[in-house]
């Protein structure tokens, strides 16, 4: 299972992490032997970050190496799920395109299929730019990643009968006192068989996971024994969606930017097997926490804790319309800060 050829850093029961360039390990890897490629590679952010970020206008030609691996070793019915942060262009508050020119330049010339776009919504995250948003009041804060679901075919195998949600209130009044089937103004012929109680929702392509651990293993681990923490790792709950949603146990899943090894984590415990490559040997002696004999069950991870409250909701934009606006759009569009503000600089 492991790539050929290669001694791992750390080895546990089902998994390896190789500290090593991710091209290195895939180099090694067999021709359609990965079930799933699931990474969060590096943002093309406009300030370079510790982790090694590359700046919005080479990201497109320094990921090209890391597609053509990928279309090798990836099976046919397999899955690349890749997570990616927005970016802003340098002073000015307009976005960069470059996660979706990625999308298109892996579709178009290394023929990907996109199966499904996802939106990851952060609840917790802080809002940012702060001079964008906090200062000059010109947007709102960016709390939504893409999540692009790739495919070197039409058909990656997937079941969402392992990601489905506890139906809402309004559903569970609807089963529980019926509705009258009818052709809805917007086309949509709801039938009888809307009615069929299948125990849970499917759910939608936005994942709501606040990415906080402020008190996690991880970070005590790191903290107490003065290793550096990764500033940019994911919560469990996003790669556990689609390592159930679109593998078995026993299949493989590769992260090639792996970090702290939270992908490897899950994987574990899900009883995959998994490779995670990382470049950075810091990040590495912090993930080694994440797999100690005494925090597993069964020789496994341990089950994190269910989250106290099962849903996150988004207040209606219209709550406070009917307030007065108290200030006046910027005429200059927000190119000059508030003059108060200007005052006290």
């Given at each position: 299972m492991a790539p050929r050829e290669s001694t791992a850093w750390l080895e546990t029961r089902l998994g390896s992490i190789h500290h090593d360039d991710s091209l290195n390990v895939m180099a090694r890897c067999k021709d359609a032997s990965?079930?799933?490629?699931?990474?969060?590679?590096?943002?093309?952010?406009?300030?370079?970050?510790?982790?090694?970020?590359?700046?919005?206008?080479?990201?497109?030609?320094?990921?090209?190496?890391?597609?053509?691996?990928?279309?090798?070793?990836?099976?046919?019915?397999?899955?690349?799920?890749?997570?990616?942060?927005?970016?802003?262009?340098?002073?000015?508050?307009?976005?960069?395109?470059?996660?979706?020119?990625?999308?298109?330049?892996?579709?178009?010339?290394?023929?990907?299929?996109?199966?499904?776009?996802?939106?990851?919504?952060?609840?917790?995250?802080?809002?940012?730019?702060?001079?964008?948003?906090?200062?000059?009041?010109?947007?709102?804060?960016?709390?939504?990643?893409?999540?692009w679901w790739l495919a070197k075919s039409s058909w990656p195998r997937a079941s969402n009968w392992r990601v489905l949600q506890p139906y809402s209130d309004s559903m569970r009044d609807l089963l529980a006192h019926g509705y009258k089937a009818k052709l809805r103004p917007s086309g949509h012929d709801i039938s009888e068989k809307f009615s069929k109680d299948n125990g849970a929702a499917i759910p939608p392509n936005l994942i709501a996971v606040p990415n906080t651990e402020s008190n996690s293993r991880y970070l005590r681990y790191c903290a107490e024994n003065d290793i550096p923490a990764h500033p940019a790792r994911f919560p469990a709950s996003l790669p556990e969606y689609f390592i159930r949603l679109a593998t078995d146990p026993g299949d493989i899943v590769l992260d090639p930017f792996a970090g702290s090894c939270v992908t490897g984590e899950v994987a574990e415990r899900l009883e995959r097997k998994w490779i995670c490559a990382e470049v950075n040997e810091e990040y590495l002696l912090g993930a080694k926490v994440r797999f100690d004999s005494k925090d597993t069950v069964d020789g496994g991870a341990k089950r994190p804790k269910k989250p106290r409250d099962s849903y996150y909701r988004i207040p209606h934009p219209g709550l406070l319309w009917d307030e007065k606006p108290t200030e006046s759009l910027p005429e200059d569009g927000g190119r000059s800060r508030p003059a108060h503000l200007r005052r006290e600089t």
């Open positions: 990965i079930e799933m490629i699931l990474t969060s590679p590096p943002f093309a952010l406009t300030r370079k970050k510790d982790y090694g970020n590359e700046q919005e206008d080479a990201y497109l030609e320094w990921f090209r190496s890391f597609a053509v691996e990928f279309h090798r070793i990836l099976k046919d019915d397999g899955s690349l799920v890749i997570d990616l942060g927005g970016a802003w262009k340098p002073g000015i508050p307009v976005r960069s395109l470059y996660h979706f020119k990625l999308l298109i330049m892996l579709c178009e010339e290394y023929d990907f299929q996109l199966a499904q776009e996802f939106y990851w919504w952060n609840p917790s995250k802080l809002p940012t730019p702060a001079e964008w948003v906090n200062i000059r009041r010109i947007r709102v804060k960016d709390a939504v990643n893409t999540v």
